[in-house]
C-alpha cells in the first residue's frame, strides 16, 4: 500500500532531537493511529509506551532492541517490533522515511 485514505492528519510535527527525527500523526476512521516520519543520519533513543511496529519504507538504520546486545539491520521494505514500554537505540545510516504502528 502506498497511499492512507480516509484519514486524519495532525498539522503540528513531532520534533526530536533538535529536528533530526520527525513525524506527523495519521488518525484513522476506526480510530487507530500512525505516524509517518523522517529521521536524518545519527544515533537516537527512543521510548516506547505502547507495542510499536516500526516499518522502513526507504533508507538504512541499524536497531538494538531491548533485551539484544546486537544490532540489526534494517533497510527500505524491513521492519521490526519494539514491546511496550521499553527503550532501543537506532543508528541511522542514511535519510529514513518510516512508518510506526502502535499495536
Not at 532492541?65 to 537505540?89: H, I, M
Request: net charge negative; with cysteine; charged share 20%.
Amino acid at each position: 500500500m502506498d497511499r492512507f485514505d480516509d484519514v486524519s492528519v495532525k498539522k503540528a510535527a513531532n520534533i526530536y532531537f533538535e529536528g533530526n527525527v520527525t513525524s506527523r500523526e495519521v488518525r484513522f476512521a476506526d480510530g487507530s493511529t500512525k505516524t509517518l516520519g523522517i529521521m536524518l543520519p545519527g544515533e537516537y533513543e527512543f521510548g516506547t509506551s505502547q507495542h510499536e511496529l516500526m516499518e522502513i519504507v526507504s533508507g538504512f538504520l541499524l536497531v538494538k532492541l531491548p533485551g539484544s546486545d546486537t544490532w540489526q539491520e534494517v533497510r527500505g521494505g524491513q521492519s521490526f517490533e519494539v514491546p511496550a514500554n521499553t527503550k532501543f537505540q537506532l543508528t541511522v545510516q542514511h535519510v529514513t522515511d518510516y512508518i510506526c504502528s502502535y499495536l
